[in-house]
């Protein structure tokens, strides 16, 4: 894959949280676009979002790009902004994830860690040194890890659990640097399967899990540390299917479970687990594919990625965190497009306006764009909601995938970044 170089986008934006209900068709000026991710997401792909414990790095986000690729990327809260991080020891591709760590076990007291699998059947299990900003190799898994896996942790006991995937009812957890072979799930792990530990003080005040099983099942699933059992909870009212994700938010006498559902559906449900009541919060904004994923932050705002090859990164759950400042995005009506060589493709190019924002947007092409391809060779000025263009595939142009990254850029300075992935036959 050709890739152009980047502009990370400098917002410097202060965000809160609102409560609420968000879905998106009751609330159309609600929907709340996030700076878009590096670079278009794929199976694998994952988000950690920290927990709100004394000393976290509570305005971090960290994301894999999956896809067969090293991506890594940090995106601060605040700032509304991206930037790569040393990449993944190896490529990531299905059945990968990460997860916040914050472990007694694993790592030295009071430092906080990303938890890691690779996916692709193997049994690669890495951990990334948040202060110091390296990756180091972590004992493997007792089994190749694929579609489905999912890692996730139980931060009072510092354990990290692992579900297999791959069309098996494997469940592992580590501990003294040791796998440890547990209960195995009441039924076969597939693609869009998820697993989330309940972080936060409950009403039972037990250590408890929860797996969505994906490959278009419904099922919905507890783990029972202390007694090592599974029990069937209420099932997902619509089956879950490849992107589908799970993360829990801070909320309930007994937690709450929110739920991507994926397979090109863009429904973000939640469960309220005491109630046993299912809701339909929002709508992602486009149905959410392989490589869709979500994470709570300690404050009730879920971050998700709708996967499917999108660069597409938004705001969801009970609450959302939203930006006080007028600001604006750029998004590609169809972020993926395939032209023959010796043709002209029509793209739309949507700013999104939001905080009551009405300024110029001055949209920058790329400078260097690959040999054969041709993009307006200047600034386009943008005083509405959408521009659209041409870019020209010549005959000369070279078959395979190119990302050409447009940047925005308002009165002030603040700028927006969005890739079009270009697929030339």
């Known amino acids: 894959m050709r890739k152009l170089a980047l502009t990370v ?11 609420g209900d968000h879905r998106a068709e009751n609330n159309p000026g609600r929907r709340i676009f996030l700076a878009s991710a590096p670079a278009p997401i794929s199976a694998g792909a994952g988000i950690a979002a920290v927990m709100g414990l004394v000393g976290a790095p509570i305005d971090s986000v960290f994301a894999l790009r999956g896809g067969g690729t090293t991506d890594f990327w940090h995106y601060s809260i605040s700032q509304n902004e991206w930037a790569n991080l040393p990449d993944t020891p190896a490529p ?33 299990f890495w951990q990334f040194n948040i202060d110091e900003n390296t990756w180091w190799t972590g004992p493997s898994t007792p089994a190749p890890v694929g579609p489905g896996g999912a890692i996730a942790q139980l931060q009072r006991i510092g354990q990290i659990y692992v579900l297999r995937g791959n069309g098996t009812t494997d469940f592992w957890s580590l501990k003294n640097r040791q796998w440890t072979m547990l209960a195995n799930t009441p039924g076969p792990i597939n693609v869009g399967g998820g697993l989330v530990g309940i972080n936060y003080g409950t009403r039972s005040q037990r250590d408890v899990l929860y797996a969505v099983q994906g490959g278009g099942s419904r099922a919905v699933w507890k783990y029972d540390v202390d007694t090592n059992t599974w029990t069937h909870q209420s099932d997902a009212p619509a089956p879950i299917g490849p992107g589908g994700a799970i993360t829990s938010p801070n909320f309930g006498d007994e937690g709450t479970l929110n739920i991507l559902q994926g397979g090109m559906s863009p429904a973000v449900w939640s469960l309220d687990i005491s109630a046993d009541s299912w809701n339909l919060i929002d709508d992602a904004p486009s149905g959410v594919a392989a490589g869709g994923a979500t994470s709570n932050q300690f404050n009730g705002c879920d971050f998700a990625f709708v996967g499917g090859g999108s660069t597409q990164f938004f705001s969801t759950g009970l609450r959302l965190c939203v930006a ?25 190019l949507n700013v999104v306006r939001t905080g009551g924002f009405t300024g110029n947007v001055n949209v920058i092409p790329p400078a260097t764009p690959p040999a054969g391809i041709k993009v307006p060779d200047s600034t386009i000025s943008v005083t509405g909601d959408s521009v659209s263009f041409k870019v020209k595939v010549k005959d000369s142009a070279a078959s395979g995938v190119d990302e050409l990254t447009f940047t925005g850029m308002d009165a002030t300075g603040r700028k927006r970044t969005t890739t079009l992935t270009l697929i030339v036959q």
């Open 9 to 19: 986008a400098t917002i410097g934006l202060i965000l809160t949280s609102i409560s």
């Open 92 to 124: 990531v591709g299905d059945g990968g994830g990460i997860v916040e760590v914050f472990s007694f076990d694993l790592c030295q007291p009071g430092r906080f860690f990303i938890g890691a699998i690779r996916g692709s059947n193997t049994t690669d």
């Open 324 to 348: 006080d400042a007028a600001s604006f995005s750029l998004s590609f009506d169809q972020p993926n497009i395939t032209a023959p060589r010796g043709t002209k493709v029509k793209v739309k």
